[in-house]
């Protein structure tokens, strides 16, 4: 009895991580994220730019090991620049 008892709680353990990892559990969520990452790029060791979205702004952030700074907020449909 304890083995059934013990596989059925490893099992819905299981299951619920698969379900976190998958992000199935997202749409069962009553609010939207205020936060959200658009992209993020790497410039080397525990460096990076990060474009965020908060509140309706979009903002590129620069990432350190230890400081996030503003580096400018972005306009919501800028168009993209030439490349050449």
């Known amino acids: 009895m304890q083995l059934i ?3 059925v709680v ?3 353990v299981a299951a619920l991580a698969w379900l976190l990892k998958s992000g ?7 609010h939207a994220s205020a936060v959200s990452v658009e992209t993020a790029v ?3 060791e525990r460096r990076s730019l990060v474009i965020v979205a908060v509140e309706g702004r ?6 350190t090991g230890t400081q996030v700074s503003l580096v400018t907020e972005l ?10």
């Open 24 to 30: 199935r559990l997202a749409r069962f969520s009553t």
């Open 42 to 44: 790497s410039l080397g």
């Open 5 to 7: 008892a013990v596989t």
């Open 75 to 84: 306009h919501a449909n800028a168009p993209e620049a030439p490349r050449s």
């Open 10 to 12: 490893l099992a819905l």
């Open 58 to 63: 979009r903002l590129l952030l620069g990432v």
